[in-house]
């Protein structure tokens, strides 16, 4: 909800970035295809957590942690044996129409979903369903131990409230919760609880005992330039980020 609403307010006051519409793409396809994969984990999860005595903020990260790389391992093995999604049901009519009418001109993954300076708007959005698509697909199991990770600590925010959580031993890792209680869901101050717990939160990456978990691959928006950037040379590398711009080729 946060990031469609954020990606809203970017295309409404920066109508020319097409990015903006190419993220919210993206939103749409993890909404509709990944959320769906990734319930089952977090109801694992949040059951065994419920079925467990008190335990320290330290356990209770580790426990998470446990449970954020069995639902990468499992994904990465579903992902070899079979096909995951159906690419082609995605309805992205109401973006087109958005796009078209703002029609956006630049952006990073703009160009990289881009034959020709003169494609239109729906030609991009119709290509980019492809490229993001098989990104999207070939690291779900990162996107599902992501949202695996956030829930149990949005778990934690409401244990924590509730005392059902020791007190860590590092009091660097407690999150200090306001005296009042906990702040509306999708509100700006729960938003910044969630963002702060997160922080306090051991990162994906050491999680994951994946070692192409790295944070790198998503620098921006195109995966499979970010594998290579180092590699790139000067020329490619401007063609990556100015696209066929005859100003800057």
Known sequence: ????????FAARFTPQYGDSFLEQLRVNMIDQWLIPMATPFINGMQ???LSCNQMQIEDAYKFIAEHTRRAADIMKTQLKETSLVAKDVLDTSKLELRCSSADPNYGHLWFQCRSSPIDTAREVIVQAKTVMADSIIDYSYLYIAAMVRRAGVLMLIYHQAEKNTAPATNQSAQLKLPA?????????SWDLIVDKQLRLA???D????????????FTTGCVRNNHNWDKSSL?????ILFGSDSLLS
């Open 180 to 188: 009042q209680g906990l702040p509306r869901p999708n509100s700006h």
């Open 1 to 8: 909800q946060a990031a469609s609403r954020h990606l809203s």
């Open 206 to 217: 050491d999680m994951l005992s994946a070692s192409d978990a790295g944070s790198i691959l």
């Open 235 to 239: 020329t490619e590398k401007r063609r």
């Open 47 to 49: 059951d065994a957590f």
């Open 202 to 204: 051991p990162p994906l």
